[in-house]
């Protein structure tokens, strides 16, 4: 009897657990065990809600997530970030700008072809020729020695056919405007630091726009840039800067401190440079009247205390193509405090006075390396004497 009753019980158990994994849900076997040991999915644990593996009836993962949190009324939206431009190549920029450095210097080469094309060249057409040469701010000395050497070759060669002239006339203008000095711009790292050019002139010149604009031309390149916003004087610059590099993907080292020691933001760029291996570390300068003492020792000290981490290889003075002899004055005080190796001029497309590409290389002795020829961010060019006068002949 006592057999009996314990086969009957033992049935009534395991139809008890048998009705139960019946009654159980599919595809809930498997389910694994979160980081505090309750099951995902049962609202013990924690983790990612994993479905059975392939060999069951569905597959496949899904991830709680939690609800977004709405921002609070009133709250700014947070802002987009920069979207980083690829500029072009700085190679062939001048060729391609050639027709609008054409339009506004033909007034010059026109003037000086009309006159050398007279049957009769005389004293007084002579003059004229000087007069023309020294109003497109050629200088005296310059444009004297033109008229002699044009005088010198009719002379001896005589005949003067509208193909010769222009001809005669590119010669001597190519002659004034080339140089022995190279227009290439340093800007490989040398000693396992990057190059370091530092950017001067005076105020309104396009000093600024003139940094971002090289900047651009240098990623064009392939080379990485660091920008110094070392114009800590006017924080329109500082932040014209700032976006000059963003669109470039170019590092901007600035200072929030209005008034802030230019020389500490140029040396800290330069750091950031050697830091990140850059190739390329741009100083961008205060404008400075050239007459304030006290401003261009400033300058000087900018330069000395860069000089304490790494060598300045280029210093690059900016110049107001249509300032004229002006500009002259100025390029001459900053020569003087810090060593200018290049002189970029802006504007250029806007004034019929092209001479004064002659007269500054001829005042500092050393080359013109870029021009400004238009306000588009990519209207920066090294210089090309052969386009050049080409350009001022109407060629």
Sequence with gaps: MGYIILIV??????????????????????VRRGRAGGDLGSGTGTGTITRPDADTDTAGTETAQAPPVPRP??????????????????????MRLRARLARSQTGFGAALLGLL?????????????EEVLITADVGVTPARQIVSELRTRVKVE??????????????ELLAQVETTASRALRTQRHEGRPAVILVVGVNGTGKTTTVGKLARSLVGDGDTVVLGAADTFRAAAVDQLQTWGDRVGAQTVRSDKEGADPASVAFEAVSQGIESEADVVLIDTAGRLHTKTGLMDELGKVKRVIEKRTSVDEVLLVLDATTGQNGLRQARVFAEVVDVSGIVLTKLDGTAKGGIVIAVQRELEVPVKLVGLGEGPDDLAPFDAETFVDAILGD
């Design 9 to 30: 019980v033992l049935a009534v158990l395991i139809l008890a657990v048998g009705g139960t994994m019946l009654l159980r849900p599919r595809g809930t076997r498997g």
């Design 73 to 94: 009324a009133g709250t700014p939206a947070p802002p987009e970030p920069p979207v980083v431009e690829k500029p072009p190549p700085s190679a062939g920029r001048m």
């Design 117 to 129: 094309s007279r049957d009769r060249l005389d004293d007084d057409t002579w003059d004229e020729i």
């Design 158 to 171: 005589g005949t003067r056919t509208p193909e010769e002239v222009r001809a005669m006339l590119r010669a």
